[in-house]
């Protein structure tokens, strides 16, 4: 049940997947991946390939190149059992893969692997991965508007993303992030994001490290009454982010999503009704806010 279950829930989402996977960045990722592949089976090419099968037959993999391609395997595997959304899973193959096709192209023929390593280099400098660009409710701070936002109104509670565009496991939670923010948003608790890889003076203020080292990327911080409450993950002694998965099933269990949106609920409803001095409604204000940005997406 649940596997028929799961080919439904691909099936349903398949137009999306075939629509997200026509982008550039990852066709060009495709076609550098099975770059190996296509040369070790080409005709007219792989004849005149090195081997060191016993057969001789240099249109398929000797053993050296099985037992890499394995090993890919096995790394793959391994590095998924910690991804979250369908990016990561396919990020880690693209990553890994190329990494195998540097080798066994270095070991058929160093021409072809300075070559393969150059086109890597190229499409890394100039083939960005795609930004998440789907619905959302968060505000993009600025270095000089996240101060006076989160001190702007004490008794709204603020859920922000520290994050940097280079980072690829920020890209990944960018849709779990949004996602969130449709299901909890409403005046009483915000959702907000700040690029610290842009601003780097926001990144020492609140103490988030953009080393890629320090796994700090992303950082998710709760702030009440304009101060800091808690943050995941956490950091150790020495600087170094505690492992913590960031799913939604987490973030809304550690920081207590449902009661917080419960609280929120209930404000809103002790406030609907008020006025102002000058008579418009101040939980309107609040709520019409919600949508407005200092930033588009198009400027991350």
């Not at 099975?34 to 016993?54: M, N």
């Not at 409403?186 to 926001?202: Q, S």
């Not at 953009?210 to 709760?222: E, F, I, N, R, Y």
Request: aromatic letters at 12%.
């Amino acid at each position: 049940m649940g596997l028929i279950t799961g080919v439904l829930a691909f099936l349903y989402h398949l137009p999306q997947i075939y629509k997200w996977l026509l982008k550039p960045y990852y066709i060009v990722s495709f076609l550098l991946t099975v770059a190996f592949l296509v040369v070790r089976k080409a005709p007219g090419l792989c004849e005149h390939l090195a081997t060191d099968r016993e057969d001789g037959n240099s249109c398929d993999f000797d053993w050296r190149e099985v037992e890499i391609l394995m090993f890919l395997s096995a790394i793959v595997m391994m590095k998924n059992r910690r991804a979250i959304t369908l990016e990561q899973h396919i990020g880690n193959l693209f990553m890994f893969s190329k990494v195998a096709n540097v080798i066994l192209f270095f070991r058929l023929d160093v021409r072809l692997g300075i070559l393969y390593l150059a086109l890597c280099v190229a499409f890394v400098m100039t083939c960005k991965p795609p930004l998440y660009m789907g619905p959302e409710y968060i505000k993009y701070f600025s270095d000089k508007t996240i101060d006076e936002e989160l001190q702007k109104d004490g008794r709204v509670t603020w859920i922000v993303e520290f994050y940097a565009n280079w980072s690829s496991d920020c890209q990944s939670f960018a849709p779990i992030f949004a996602n969130l923010s449709l299901k909890y948003n409403c005046a009483g608790l915000r959702f907000g994001k700040v690029d610290i890889g842009r601003y780097g003076e926001v990144s020492k203020r609140y103490k988030v490290s953009t080393s890629p080292l320090a796994k700090q990327l992303p950082s998710l911080l709760l702030f009440q009454g304009g101060r800091e409450v808690m943050r995941r993950p956490m950091v150790d002694n020495k600087g170094r982010a505690v492992s913590w998965t960031f799913n939604e099933e987490n973030i809304i269990r550690e920081f207590n999503l449902n009661e917080l949106f419960q609280k929120s609920k209930k404000l809103n409803k002790k406030q609907n009704g008020f006025r102002t001095e000058d008579g418009s409604e101040e939980l309107q204000q609040e709520t019409s806010e919600v949508e407005q940005s200092t930033e588009s997406k198009k400027d991350r």
